[in-house]
């Protein structure tokens, strides 16, 4: 039964991949669950596996075994179409590649998930040209990826990914390529993101200047939950 205080749900999530003559378990028998109204962290190890399971729970990745359920959707019984769908109108994406379109200036890029949901290109500029602004990209938002640093082309991606409101933003170093005072910022969008009874956000990290901003933290290893900390009066407590 769906628990409307779980934005994700995971049981028993294992993820193998292919490598020469023999298969590599990347995730093993992983039960996580993420709640509604926080932000929660995925910190660990690089190749511990926390990007491999964000694209799980995104529904990019499909689990070798176990069960995924994302804002009430049971991803791991959804055909392929139905998951792009739903990943179009219920998930936001930060990931550390960018995937800006060359042909589109930054407030086109960020205005994208607007116009598939079917707002004109220029309202929906419009409005994603004001999140570019509180997050130092109001002189930039004309221009072209080509003509941004990566820095700004992350910004742009953050803006892209909470422009349409999704019940879950999914991000994998946001802050890897800012400063420290743009990091704050950024993170207090995502913090405010995070602030509904529907929504979630869940941030891969390695930047402990922004733990702070976390509700829950779950630390991974080797491919397994190690730890997850709640948040309170400022520590972190082990929950489980």
Do not use: W
Not at 174 to 197: F, N, R, S, Y
């Amino acid at each position: 039964m769906t628990d409307p205080s779980m934005a994700v749900r995971c049981r028993g999530i294992t993820k193998s991949f292919p490598a020469g003559d023999g298969i590599v378990e990347v995730l093993h028998a992983i039960d996580l669950d993420i709640p509604a109204g926080e932000l929660t962290m995925l910190v660990g190890p690089s190749g511990c596996g926390k990007t491999t399971l964000i694209s799980i729970i995104a529904g990019i990745l499909g689990p070798t075994h176990g069960t995924v359920e994302a804002c009430g959707v049971p991803l791991t019984k959804l055909r392929d179409s139905e998951k792009v769908a739903f990943r179009r109108k219920a998930i936001g994406f930060v990931f550390q590649q960018y995937n800006l379109l060359p042909a589109l200036t930054a407030a086109e890029n960020a205005a994208i998930p607007l116009v598939a949901a079917g707002m004109p290109m220029a309202k929906a500029a419009q409005q994603s040209a004001a999140i570019l602004d509180r997050i130092g990209m109001g002189k930039h938002i004309d221009k072209l990826p080509s003509q941004l640093s990566g820095g700004q082309q992350q910004r742009v991606a953050i803006a892209r990914a909470v422009v349409h409101a999704p019940n879950l933003v999914v991000c994998d170093e946001p802050t890897a390529a800012l400063d420290a005072e743009t990091g704050q910022t950024v993170m207090t969008i995502l913090k405010e993101a995070a602030l509904a009874a529907d929504r979630a956000v869940i941030v891969v990290t390695h930047d402990n200047r922004i733990y702070h901003f976390a509700d829950r933290i779950a630390a991974m290893e080797d491919g397994r939950i190690r730890s997850v900390r709640t948040a309170t009066a400022g520590q972190f407590l082990e929950v489980a």
